[in-house]
């Protein structure tokens, strides 16, 4: 009885493999691989939120009339989690922004999709990165996607030079700088 037993899989992750069939690797090492990530408790709950899909959003907030719309206050196309992380045009140009700054400021060329940050999926690429800029790396896209989160949540515009200047307070805190 117990060997045609099937391992439950959590709804966020149901959804967001549908979403996205061709996420590899496996989604308890993503889970586990919150602890190595960052000592920042924040940080932490964030991302396991974010894999759970827990995260509220405008959709969640129309949806019990807490919000007047459900529309992304950056380019107005409906709101939902892939939307701010993956699909918004403001979330994909500070991105971009992003990492040039971090392949400028580290002397590397990293090249990351979307969806490899979203997923926090640098598997390719740390191995060629020193442990110091591989640490680096994972505080960088963490912050980076609680970044976007807490602007959109306090209706800020997004600011590569405060993202910036919280990634470097981070890197110092965490003993990565």
């Known amino acids: 009885m117990f060997n045609n037993h099937n391992p439950i899989v959590p709804s966020g992750v149901k959804k967001w493999q549908s979403k996205f069939p061709e996420k590899l690797g496996d989604w308890i090492g993503c889970f586990q691989g919150i602890y190595r990530l960052t000592n920042d408790n924040k940080l932490r709950q964030f991302c396991f939120r974010f894999l759970h899909r827990t995260i509220v959003m ?3 907030l129309k949806l019990y009339n807490l919000a007047e719309d459900n529309k992304c206050i950056y380019c107005f196309n409906a709101d939902s989690i892939e939307h701010t992380f993956i699909d918004c045009k403001e979330s994909v140009k500070i991105y971009s922004q992003i990492i040039s700054w971090f392949n400028h400021s580290q002397s590397t060329e990293i ?3 979307i969806a490899q940050i979203a997923f926090h999926d640098t ?3 740390t191995d060629v990165l020193s442990d110091p800029l591989k640490r680096k790396l994972d505080l960088f896209i963490i912050l980076v996607k609680q970044y976007i989160y807490a602007s959109k949540y306090l209706q800020k515009e997004l600011s590569l030079d ?3 200047n919280k990634l470097t307070v981070q890197w110092k805190l965490e003993k990565c700088a």
């Open 58 to 60: 405008k959709k969640e």
């Open 111 to 113: 090249m990351l999709s």
């Open 162 to 164: 405060e993202l910036v």
């Open 123 to 125: 598997c390719h690429v």
